[in-house]
């Protein structure tokens, strides 16, 4: 898009919005602020995106042609899934050379260009380092299998057969959810969490550690901004591997995840790269407890800065949905345990779980546009640092898979193996998996009404939904109600305005059934957040204090309000401010 329609858009928007209301910027003291908590982070799907060459897959270049509309959006981060050189089995997540780009991708030269084109913008990078595994391509990998007494035979884990059979773990990723692999070369078993192709490395190896962060100083020195730890959680294995308790599969990071060195592993890669760059660093989990979230993220623990954890999505893996009362919960839950040290992620979907709009909201045509923008207004009036999806400031929604040939996702394709091998209700299976996979939020993003929705000239290698002639940039682009307008006038709200950041966070009227309501205070500063969760209208008496309070935000055209009492309409979200 181009800047001056950008400008004329935002005097679209009510000025509220783009103004710097905060009362006590210049007066209050912010202690500990720094960039990558004030900045709306954008993730980019790049096999999704756009496609610049005609191949049917979205690529560096096509990003690169996209950079004005992403600085439109308002977003001050971007966090690119994995482009590295790969066999792409789980889609660039089973890397087999952590400095080359996948040619698909394009090259080196398109990410540098890339890279400066952001930070001519004000726009930071975040790279997705996938290091708990390799591929099984990767030459590590290779020769380290071919023999036993190899140089690189330590820097996966094996376990050789006349030992037995291995103890039990489990993978997410295999049709058997068996994680130990035999290998005929060496007649020894290998360790794979995730898919049989992601042999686990073997961070016990002084020598693996040393050649991860020579690898993530390779990016840094090219000027990244952030490092995103992939499965990292995982990485530090007790080594004896014993066995594992009946009824382990209930809390399954306790046994797998916050090995026994973790902390130390992340210190000295804190020392390593961290501390001689100016880089922020996020790690996927965050552990089982608040304690384990604290132990990564805390400043005087020199780990991460961050904490990225799933209650919050867990919320809904199931068809049953969520309880309003439930997210609540969470949400409330976690930021009072972070109130006073450390920093949050804030967050409802990413590459791995389906469309927000869809599991969150409602999509139905009555319904998608108003529940995708309290959805927005939640997650960026919320204390942490916000991620969005790609797509998600459009409101794009799942798409609807009816047969397992139609699935890309490794998950999902092994997952129905597994499923089908165990008897399982396949109907059920079929019907969750529709719901819940990972290829839902991958589908390709929606420019415009031509055909494959302006993201390719050719077929895409995931078809894009047959909604894109109504869901898409250029219908959005310039309708100041559309869900894309809303999101960037909230990513405007949030960027002039430090209460929306730093601010304390209170709920009130825990038990309404329909409405999620707090506030947000820093200093003089104060913002009321109004969120009807609900298909029905929804009423909420007004404290004194907010009866004449002034709106600025509000996902409808109009509020109905007494002076006393407000009436929501479904999927109604307001912003108001004394």
């Not at 952030?226 to 399954?252: H, I, M």
């Not at 804190?270 to 760059?277: A, G, L, Q």
């Not at 954890?309 to 919320?315: G, N, Q, R, S």
């Not at 500063?525 to 600025?552: C, H, I, K």
Request: overall charge negative.
């Amino acid at each position: 898009m181009k800047k001056s329609l950008y400008l004329l858009l935002l005097l679209l928007i009510p000025l509220a919005c783009v103004e710097n209301t905060n009362k006590t910027d210049e007066k209050t003291e912010i202690a500990n602020r720094a960039w990558w908590k004030e900045g709306v982070i954008y993730q980019i799907y790049p096999r999704s995106f756009k496609d610049s060459d005609g191949d049917g897959v979205g690529d560096l270049r096509g990003v690169i042609d996209k950079l004005d509309y992403i600085e439109s959006l308002g977003v001050k981060m971007v966090w690119m899934n994995p482009f590295f050189e790969s066999p792409m089995v789980d889609n660039g997540y089973d890397v087999s050379d952590y400095r080359a780009i996948l040619p698909a991708f394009g090259s080196m030269e398109d990410f540098d260009e890339l890279l400066a084109g952001l930070h001519q913008r004000g726009i930071k990078f975040v790279l997705d380092v996938v290091v708990n595994h390799s591929s099984d391509q990767h030459e590590w990998f290779k020769q380290s299998r071919s023999s036993r007494d190899n140089p690189y035979r330590d820097y996966y884990h094996w376990w050789p057969a006349e030992k037995g059979d291995p103890p039990y773990r489990y993978s997410l990723f295999d049709a058997e959810g068996n994680a130990w692999k035999y290998d005929s070369i060496t007649d020894a078993y290998y360790l794979h969490y995730f898919a049989a192709e992601q042999p686990d490395l073997n961070w016990e190896n002084p020598k693996v550690r040393e050649e991860v962060y020579d690898i993530m100083k390779f990016w840094a020195d090219k000027g990244v901004d952030g490092f995103r730890l992939d499965a990292f959680q995982f990485v530090s294995k007790d080594t004896t591997f014993p066995a594992w308790p009946k009824g382990y599969e209930k809390d399954f990071i306790k046994y797998v995840g916050m090995g026994p060195h973790l902390h130390s592993y992340l210190q000295e890669m804190n020392r390593e790269v961290f501390s001689k760059y100016d880089v922020f660093s996020v790690s996927e989990g965050a552990g089982s407890t608040f304690e384990d979230a604290h132990l990564l993220v805390d400043a005087d623990r020199n780990e991460l800065d961050m904490a990225y954890h799933f209650e919050t999505v867990d919320l809904v893996n199931s068809l049953e949905g969520y309880k309003l009362k439930e997210l609540k919960e969470v949400f409330s839950r976690w930021d009072s345990a972070f109130a006073e040290k450390g920093w949050i992620s804030i967050f409802l979907s990413n590459h791995d779980v389906s469309r927000i709009v869809s599991r969150f909201g409602n999509d139905t045509p009555e319904y998608r546009s108003p529940s995708a923008k309290l959805l927005t207004t939640f997650l960026l009036s919320m204390r942490g640092t916000p991620y969005t999806y790609y797509g998600d400031e459009l409101g794009m929604t799942n798409i609807d898979f009816q047969s397992i040939e139609q699935y890309q996702d490794i998950a999902a394709i092994n997952g129905y193996q597994k499923a089908l091998s165990e008897g399982a209700d396949m109907e059920l299976h079929m019907q969750a998996l529709n719901f819940l996979s990972r290829d839902n939020g991958r589908t390709p993003m929606q420019w415009d009404s031509t055909e494959h929705a302006g993201f390719s000239t050719a077929t895409p290698w995931l078809p894009v939904n047959e909604n894109y002639t109504e869901i898409n940039v250029a219908a959005q682009d310039s309708d100041p109600n559309s869900v894309l307008n809303h999101f960037r006038a909230m990513t405007a709200l949030r960027n002039n305005n430090q209460v929306l950041i730093y601010g304390d966070y209170e709920m009130l009227a825990p038990e309404h059934e329909q409405i999620y309501a707090y506030t947000r205070t820093l200093g003089e500063d104060q913002m009321l957040v109004l969120l009807n969760f609900s298909e029905s209208t929804a009423r909420m008496v007004l404290a004194d204090g907010w009866r004449s309070a002034r709106e600025v935000i509000n996902n409808y055209t109009t509020l109905e309000n007494d002076g006393t009492t407000v009436s929501l309409k479904p999927w109604q979200a307001v912003i108001m401010q004394p």
